[in-house]
């Protein structure tokens, strides 16, 4: 139980307080994303036509505000900014018991979007100037581990008010989220208040930056190039949730029951092995070799399991497994590279705006691929597969030189006048 613990938590007193408010967070909103469909479609009324449209509308508002979300962390303070998102958060999952039409349905989950979109931009921030910069991605290791625990705890709590067959029980999963919400809220306020002393000097010279670096981080296009091939590398998600899961029903014989195991198997993995895979892992160029492991982790799934349309019985259940470990390990240490590179080359100055471009090149790294990848595996079959590992492959080649010109551009920028 101890080694457990220590692959889970730090040492160190704030990550360890760090890491319960994830597991708190990940805890309360795992619980009410596990009932969703069942709370959309049967509490609220809607059709599966409807949650898709509502959730497509949000995405679009999201992916329009993610810049001047971030721009708003940063004025705000991403400090603060993370304390009244999550307040907010908490506030919109309990307003979901007044949502009983697809207008309303449409307006909490635009807005929700947008306040966790806000937050999190504000959250990211604020970790990367509180966290020691020798241990960042490490200490970033250890709080996804614990998300991890969080979202499964939530899961299995969800999971029980679905096993009990009673609508009163999934109509007070919003209720019981916006609670836990609400005191994650309050473990935030106790975390330390060094932002608001980087808010204030970025407030002094609020004037000067905008004249230095143009007051916008989309500038740095290196910067956005980088992000976006990120997220081309973290379209393991989609072969993980998607195509794997449809590959296993229609194009083996491997039995159902299988899916449970392999879910299984990456929740397992994340939580125990997420801070080894970044162990190392702290500067630019050990960042963009932790995404090419990630990548050539990819690849080897891609070829593990194109196979498994022709192997029978225990080979085909073998070979998909391992697929499942590979395409985990593509997850583990894409991440570790992923927090390396955006908290490396993001400006200090302009924390929460370089979060919101970042979501901003992730998202267009990612939308693509569920229809991409579909389409590629189950049209082509091996061909496709290949195809799909071509295009990791070209992305491992090109993140290099995008963090290389996001650095230069840092690197002309001038450094801030001191008070």
């Known amino acids: 139980m101890r080694r457990l613990l220590d692959r889970i938590l730090s040492d160190d007193p704030l990550i360890r307080a760090m890491s319960y408010q994830s597991v708190l967070s990940a805890f309360g909103e795992g619980a009410f994303l596990t009932g969703s469909a069942v709370y959309f479609t049967q509490i609220v009324g809607l059709s599966a036509a409807q949650v898709g449209l509502g959730m497509t509308i949000a995405g679009v508002a999201t992916f329009l505000s993610s810049v001047p979300l971030g721009r708003a962390a940063d004025a705000f303070g991403t400090r603060r900014t993370w304390i009244a998102g999550s307040l907010l958060e908490a506030l919109l999952f309990g307003s979901w018991l007044a949502a009983r039409d697809l207008a309303a349905y449409i307006a909490v989950t635009t807005a929700l979007e947008l306040a966790q979109t806000w937050m999190r931009a504000g959250r990211n921030a604020y970790r990367i100037d509180v966290l020691p910069h020798d241990a960042r991605v490490r200490s970033l290791a250890y709080l996804r581990a614990a998300r991890n625990v ?24 919003p209720v ?36 230095l670096v143009g007051g916008s981080a989309l500038r740095n296009r290196g910067f956005l190039a980088a992000t976006f091939l990120d997220g081309v590398l973290a379209t393991h998600q989609v072969l993980l949730n998607v195509v794997i899961p449809l590959w296993l029903v229609q194009e083996t014989d491997a039995p159902r029951v299988l899916l449970a195991w392999l879910f299984g198997t990456n929740t397992v ?6 801070v080894a895979a970044a162990r190392g892992v702290g500067d630019v160029p050990t960042s963009v070799r932790a995404e090419r492991r990630g990548a050539l982790c990819f690849v080897v799934s891609c070829v593990i399991v194109l196979v498994t349309h022709d192997t029978t019985g225990w080979v085909t259940i073998g070979l998909v497994w391992l697929g499942h470990v590979t395409v985990t ?62 295009i990791i492959a070209v992305a491992a080649i090109l993140i290099a030189p995008a963090a290389r010109a996001a650095e230069r551009y840092l690197d002309q920028a001038p450094a801030p006048a001191t008070t």
Do not use: C, K
Not at 269 to 274: D, G, P
């Open 176 to 211: 019981v989220t916006a609670i836990i919400l609400l005191a994650n809220t309050a473990w935030v306020t106790r975390l330390p208040r060094l932002e608001e002393q980087a808010h204030h000097h970025t407030s002094d010279h609020a004037d000067a930056l905008t004249d």
């Open 269 to 274: 993995m994340a939580v125990l092995l997420q």
């Open 150 to 173: 969080g979202y499964t705890l939530g899961a299995l709590a969800g999971g029980l008010a679905l096993a009990a067959h009673s609508n009163h029980l999934v109509e007070a999963v």
């Open 329 to 390: 390990g593509s997850e583990l240490f894409q991440s570790a590279g992923q927090w390396g590179i955006q908290s490396e080359l993001s400006d200090p100055r302009q924390r929460g705006e370089y979060q919101g471009v970042a979501n901003l090149g992730y998202t267009l790294g990612t939308v693509w691929a569920p229809a991409a990848y579909t389409w590629l595996a189950m049209s082509w079959g091996a061909a496709g597969w290949l195809v799909v590992a071509a």
